[in-house]
């Protein structure tokens, strides 16, 4: 996405607990060649870079564009580009959409097209918003098309099979849920409401998604592999 508000992308980088919270459940599957579309500053990246890995990160806004390069310039096994899906060369075995998804217009055409790059035997890896009754100015400001119900995400998209889907974050949901009933006008919560979401209720997060048998909450993610 271009022009992605910067006060987000700072502040959603302060998150560290829920993202490796999200990253534990992935880890396994982050292999080979990896392709991460949206990388935005790298905030996920930090959380499975390997200097064995051979990492391509794209970045359409210049602002992130640029401090990625700065972030990663000492990592020789990590390239940064400004491409789209559509002009990224070679293929993969692993590509990741974490909580980009929901930016790209036609995501469909975008997933058809991850599937002529993504090796056989590879994964890809998708991190969304979920629910489109949660949809607030939030999501308008930072470009989001939409949010995500579990059924768009089916046992073959668009010739890939599944194997794992789940709903994470159901304390989010909540949080969520509140701040758009009580906080309607303000387009990107502050510094002290992610604090507060990222360290006291992702930690209780970690029992009530597991309670819920990982099928409610603020986001979804989805593992796909190539027959």
Known sequence: MKNYPETATERF???????????????????????EIGAGCGSFTKDYININRNITL???????????KKIFKDYKNVKVTNNTIYKETGNFDTILYLHVLEHI??????????????????????????????????????????????????????????????SLDTMGYLLYSLNKIFFKNENVP????????????????????????????KSILAIYKKD
């Open 58 to 68: 794209t970045e359409t806004d210049k602002k992130n564009f640029d401090d990625l």
């Open 105 to 166: 217009e036609d995501d469909f055409a975008e997933l058809n097209e991850v599937y002529k790059k993504l090796n056989k035997n590879g994964h890809l890896i998708i991190l969304v918003p979920a629910y489109q009754k949660l949809y607030s100015g939030l999501d308008k400001t930072v470009g989001h098309f939409r949010r995500y119900e579990r059924d768009f995400f089916k046992n073959e998209l668009v010739g890939f099979k599944r194997i794992r889907l789940l």
């Open 190 to 217: 502050s510094n002290f409401k992610i604090f507060i979401w990222d360290k006291i209720f992702t930690p209780i997060t970690l029992i009530t998604d597991c309670l819920t048998n990982y099928k409610f909450g």
């Open 13 to 35: 980088d302060n998150a560290k607990f829920h993202r490796r919270y999200c990253i534990s459940f992935i880890k396994k599957f982050i292999n080979g060649k990896i392709l």
